[in-house]
């Protein structure tokens, strides 16, 4: 939820915020950030373990990430967001902070409370600060939104589908959410289209 605002916010009014106070800075604006339902955290869970396992197992080069972990989007001191999952390919744009300058790829699982800020602030954020793909997961719809900028696509799924992912080379992510299941998807699930 964006507070109203009278000036240009920067890193330094982040990190003078109370411990414990999560927000996000975005174009000098603050952000604050509700706490995830059960919900969410499950979905994210099941994606962050799929995501690295698989890349774990293939010795990528890759690194993901889950949220509370820094971005500087920008590289400036105006803009820092925590997506919920990140993927770097750079290794040189990770330092003990985090990571300055775009991921590759950065999924967001929506809460009643970031919809606008997931569907809109950041989806034009993301692309224009040269994030490569965009996944928006959410939950009372079901459905993945898959923006990969680098083609300019757009592809929808339901949480029933299989994923495609297309950050450098392609992997296939079986379902995330099992309605019948109460197990998530394992490695030997994954349809490997190319390894990373």
């Known amino acids: 939820m964006k507070l109203p605002q009278q000036r240009i916010y920067t890193l330094d009014d982040i990190y003078a915020l109370p411990d414990g106070e999560r ?3 975005i174009d000098g604006q603050i952000y604050y950030m509700a706490p995830p339902s059960r919900k969410h955290q499950e979905i994210l869970g099941r994606l962050y373990r799929t995501i690295a396992d698989y890349i774990d197992s293939k010795g990528g080069s890759c ?18 967001v925590e997506p919920d999952i990140c993927v770097i390919c750079k290794p040189e744009k990770l330092n003990d902070k985090g990571c300055n300058g ?8 929506v809460s009643p409370d970031s919809r606008r800020m997931d569907y809109y602030t950041k ?3 993301y692309h224009d600060t040269g994030v490569r793909e965009y996944w928006i997961v959410d939950p009372d719809k079901s459905r993945i939104l898959v923006y990969n ?3 300019e696509d757009i592809t929808e799924y339901t949480f029933s589908e299989i994923v495609k992912a297309g950050i450098h080379e392609i992997i296939r992510l079986a379902p995330i959410w099992h309605q019948n299941k109460k197990r998530p998807p394992s490695i030997k699930e994954t349809e490997v289209v190319k390894p990373l």
């Open 63 to 80: 690194k993901p990430y889950i949220a509370p972990f820094a971005v500087f989007l920008n590289g400036d001191d105006k803009n820092y």
């Open 23 to 25: 927000t996000e800075l």
């Open 149 to 151: 900028f680098e083609s």
């Open 102 to 109: 775009a991921p590759d790829w950065i999924i967001e699982v």
């Open 123 to 125: 989806l034009f954020k």
